[in-house]
């Protein structure tokens, strides 16, 4: 097996970081009851609230956890096998492991809660997470580099 190219075994380290991060959060958030306030950090407008989402964006689909479990672990490893045997433009690096570090840590709630352990919660948008925004993130460059790709 060839080394990895510069660069890449940074970027897991970062996949490993960054799972860890959300994982400790909601380890520690998880103590409090769904539904509850944890902090009210600038109240009416953002807060900590604890919310599991056994569906996928926006709790849609809630009735089929089990359907979410086999596709997430599907593209993690498909994604996971890309960033290590497939991918070879530093550019992406970034990218695959901001999706990976976040579709890893929503699949290790969905076995642990039986759903996505969501926290952070504006008064004006659905409740969220580290791994949703790791993900989000994640596009955001993908569309940068896609647009102003210069070729």
């Known amino acids: 097996m060839k080394s990895c190219p510069k660069g890449k075994g940074l970027h897991f380290f970062l996949i490993v970081i960054l799972l860890l991060v959300d994982q ?3 380890t520690y958030l998880s103590i409090f009851p769904q539904g509850e306030v944890v902090y009210d950090l600038l109240p009416g407008f953002f807060n900590i609230k604890i919310l599991v989402n ?6 849609v689909l809630a009735n089929l956890p089990q ?4 596709v997430n672990t599907c593209i993690l490893i498909s994604f ?3 960033f290590l045997f497939c991918l070879n433009t530093r550019a992406l690096y970034l990218s ?3 999706i990976i570090a ?5 699949l290790i709630d969905r ?3 039986g759903g996505v352990i969501d926290y952070l919660n504006f008064a004006f948008f659905p409740t969220f997470n580290l791994a949703d925004s790791y993900i989000t993130v994640a596009i955001c460059l993908m569309l940068k580099d896609a647009i102003f790709r210069k070729e």
């Open 102 to 106: 976040g579709a890893a840590s929503n």
């Open 111 to 113: 076995f642990i809660y």
């Open 67 to 70: 359907v979410f479990i086999w």
């Open 24 to 26: 400790i959060v909601k």
């Open 80 to 82: 996971l096998i890309y």
């Open 96 to 98: 695959f492991a901001l």
């Open 54 to 59: 056994p569906g996928i964006a926006f709790g």
